[in-house]
């Protein structure tokens, strides 16, 4: 059974960090692809970033890039996500997701692209 947990969302200032945890259980990060999303009200559930071990690839939106940064301790079946520089547009639950691999390594970043999902941590960022 897979399961993912969210931690470490909570209320941040702009320009602020935090550092998201995500405990994986039930599946193996090889045979996964890994990310984050978020959902602002309102909004679609978006790609944070997504990562495979399968060819070593990172995906990050553009206006993630340089701010966000996906990483895992195997060891720990964790994934972080490592937020800084934080906006109000930041605002969103924040999702972890898995995505099954298929046989040539392949997935897609994307809400139908993931199998499962965590329940979400909030982020909220204001003054």
Known sequence: QVQLVESGGGLVQPGGSLRLSCAASGFAFDDYAIGWFRQAPGKEREAVSCSSS??????????????????????????YLQMNMLKPE?????????GKLTISGSYSCSYLGMNYWGKGTLVTVSS
Request: charge should be negative; hydrophobic fraction near 35%.
């Open 90 to 98: 930041d605002t969103a639950v924040y999702y972890c997701a898995a």
């Open 54 to 79: 399968f060819d070593a690839s990172t995906f990050y939106p553009d206006s993630m890039k340089g701010r966000f940064t996906i990483s895992t301790d195997n060891a720990k079946n964790t994934i």
